[in-house]
């Protein structure tokens, strides 16, 4: 017996020791399980919350394209109803809808924010990855998109590091092959439609109504006539066949299409509208009851044209002259088939204003004398369009330049012709405009600065000019590694953080409370002019804790004064290298410049100053950064 259970020892404690080990293993497993399920539920609510957050931040970029576009189309009109300059009234139109874009998404971010709090969710969209364009509105192909970025961490669930890119665009396009006028009071044409919700491939808005259409009909003149839809029809792929009235102009073919698209009310244009008309050119027998066509006429820049003719010119002012065949002569002008305007129906040469297309008719009758043969005296003068300046510039009669004012005497009438041109002053922030001219004196292309004059009386010619609203073209002004501004982007082999960018040290103040990188252009080689002024800083502060701000101020030395365009402050961004962007609307500034609003004269020197404003010690360093990567510019528009 004793011995039977001490042989039987070393089995309990096999058993008690296997019992054990199970029960471990089950309490390990049951622990592992629970924490599988504290995970699963820790998940799901992760899951629902970036979700939710990412599909709310793609309707609201919608409606901030919603918004934005709106906000494009109103202030472009507002504009260009007061300026009549396309470039301006887009580069305003854009400044105020990627404002109210951007302002839309900030307030929605700080939605979230206030509606998550007590989940810990931690939301951003980064201002310098919203962005906002439009293209082509007045053209044939329009498009208009937005883009933005969002960050999401949720430190009290262990989630960290979501980004999400979310992007909304919108095409409108006409097919001018399909425009048809053939019907009386009718219009018919195609257009195309497509939107994408994501960086792949479009896919078309197949249920447009006639109530999402709003369409303009160029008629006449420069008026636009809204249109009455009559038909629309799907045809597949985003394309619809568009029935309207009224008919558009047969050889303008005018039309704008305005789309809001059913399911968020994003708003798109497109345009077409040819520059050029037909002018057909013809004579006739005063008696007669149809055009004869002999003789010749004098259009424009083009001499002694046989008739009939017909020509391709731009709208504008142009002379015409009729040169009868022998033993006839001129009688009087009709305009026909259009709205075009002659001067003087009873003058030879005369001027015509063209503004569709049309046909002119030289009547004539028996007689011998055409020309007179008497000399003339022309009064030389200039003007400003608004008549607020004179007797600028210079005109050139017969190869003779004239100070202003001036005559010239002993001019011989027509068919004489007199080479005839303007020249504005040296570095002048003018250009020419038209010319202006009383009965008998005709310039034979009164929109060009260079053309022919001819006489029949005693007369005067002016020169208009103004204010040049493109010269220079606008163009772009980059920081470089000296401490400059150039007209070209000037990279170098100082590369910082491989090759992320340039950067410039703040030279002034260097580790004081307030540090400065100031940057001058040589002098503008032409005049900048600009309706809109944009600077663009990519700015590193260290020590970002205690920065308070950072401020861009721009301007121009002319002439030995300072001429300050504007600045701003912003707060300063808490990441690695922010974004600054300072705009200037010219619109809102007034005469800020010594010749006229938004002209930048040449030979000035333009000013850049980044400021940083530390609040307490330590005070870091501040550095703006330049090149490919990291392009601090300063651009007009």
Known sequence: MIRFMRNNRGQFVVIAAILIAVLTFSLAASIYQISLQRQELSYKPVQELVLGTTSDFERA???ALNVSSHNYNATYSKVYQTTYNPILADAAARIDANATGSSFIANWTRSVLTTYANTG????????????????????????????????DAPAYGFQGYVGRSFKRVTL???????????????????????????????????????????????????????????LTYL?????????TPRINTETLGVKIAVSTPKEGILIEAEHYRLYVRVNLQSQLLDSPAPTNDGQIDFGDLRRLSLPNSTITPVGSYGIGYIPIFGYTFD??????????????????????VNESCTITAFYKPGSKDYPNETYTVWLYSQESDNSTRSKGTITWDSITHSLPDQVINVLPYPVEHPVSYTTETNS???????????????????????????????????????????????????????????????SDKWYKGGRGIKLQSYSNQGKANQEVDANSTALPTNYVASVITATMYVEVSQVQNAKNVTISIGFYYSGQYYDLGSQTFDVANQ?????????????????TPLGEGVIPAGSIFSLKVNVYYFQPAYGTMFVHYGQDYPSQINFY
């Open 121 to 152: 969710l931690k939301t951003s969209v980064p201002q310098e990855y919203v962005s906002f364009s439009y293209m082509g509105w007045d053209n044939t192909t329009a498009s208009i998109y937005a883009t933005a970025t969002i960050n999401i």
């Open 429 to 491: 922030t003018y250009v020419f405009r038209s010319w202006n001219h009383t009965v008998g004196v005709i310039p034979w292309n009164g929109t060009n600065a260079d053309t022919k004059v001819s006489v029949t009386q005693n007369g005067t010619l002016i020169a208009v000019y103004g204010p040049a609203p493109f010269i220079g073209g606008g163009g772009t002004l980059y920081v470089d590694e000296n401490n400059n501004l150039h007209t070209d982007a000037q990279l």
């Open 576 to 592: 690695d290298i922010g974004v600054y962007t300072l705009n200037i609307n010219v619109l809102d500034t007034g005469q800020w």
């Open 236 to 244: 597949g792929n985003g394309e619809y066949v568009l029935t309207f």
């Open 61 to 63: 970029l919608n409606i």
């Open 173 to 231: 396009s006409i097919d001018v092959e399909s425009i048809d006028v053939t019907e009386p009071g009718e219009t018919t044409l195609k257009f195309n439609i497509n939107e994408s919700s994501g960086f792949g491939s479009d896919l078309p808005i197949p249920n447009l109504t006639s109530q999402n259409l709003a369409v303009q009909a160029h008629q006449t003149g420069i008026a636009w006539t809204p249109g009455n839809v009559i038909a």
């Open 332 to 353: 009087h002008w009709n305009v026909t088939q259009g709205l075009s305007t002659i001067e003087n129906s009873t003058l030879n040469p005369t001027t015509v204003t």
